[in-house]
């Protein structure tokens, strides 16, 4: 879905009890759209990457600003580490992987909050800032849940691919109706939406 009129027709078909499935393109970029959101609210895309204890880069932090600014979603591409290399392999010339890993929606909630809150500091986003995570886009398991970054944390959404979309201020009505049936819990997420989000389009 891309536009307001394809989230109208599914909202319609809900309406009659009709199903309705999306068939994205190859990209996140473009099959995002299967959450509801409309693609020209989009701004930059961001990417997360796995933490280490000494290193946090934060550099995503400065998109969002921007994006939020102008009440722009955010689309955050979460890390994948397949066929990486321990230092020591490495050092060694020893062909030897470490097992993948995916990051999770709820892991980048996690660190997106750790960063606002010890490092950065400036009100971009809080833990009642409505974002939606997906997993699995296209698949017939596919995951789609909305909620606050602190409700993300606590999901789990399964299987990899996970990306998360940070909702910006001029999120539209048609946006919020479409994600209220995926939210982790109504009353909340009805609440922040009434006073962070609604008539901010």
Not at 6 to 28: C, F, G, K, Q, Y
Not at 94 to 107: F, G, L, N, S
Request: net charge negative; glycine share 6%; with cysteine.
């Amino acid at each position: 879905m891309l536009a307001t009129t394809h989230t109208d027709l599914v909202l319609r078909a809900r309406e009659l009890s009709m199903p309705t499935r999306s068939i994205p393109n190859a990209s996140i970029l473009t099959s995002i759209g299967t959450t509801g959101l409309q693609l020209y609210n989009f701004g930059q895309t961001v990417s997360m990457v796995f933490f280490l204890d000494n290193w946090k880069p934060a550099s995503f932090y400065d998109r969002i600003r921007e994006n939020a600014s102008i009440g722009l979603h955010t689309l955050v591409l979460l890390d994948i580490k397949v066929k990486e290399q321990s230092l020591e392999n490495m050092a060694r010339g020893r062909k030897i992987y470490e097992p993948p890993r995916y990051m999770t929606v709820a892991q980048c909630a996690q660190q997106m909050l750790e960063i606002e809150e010890d490092v950065k500091k400036e009100g971009v986003y809080s833990k009642e800032s409505l974002a939606v995570g997906v997993a699995r886009v296209g698949a017939e398991d596919q995951k789609i849940v909305a909620g606050t970054l602190e409700e993300l944390c606590d999901t789990d959404l399964g299987k990899p691919l996970h990306s998360l979309v940070l909702l910006g201020r001029r999120t539209h009505d048609l946006e919020r109706e479409f994600l209220e049936e995926f939210a982790v819990n109504k009353e909340t997420f009805g609440r922040v939406w009434k006073r962070d989000y609604e008539g901010k389009a």
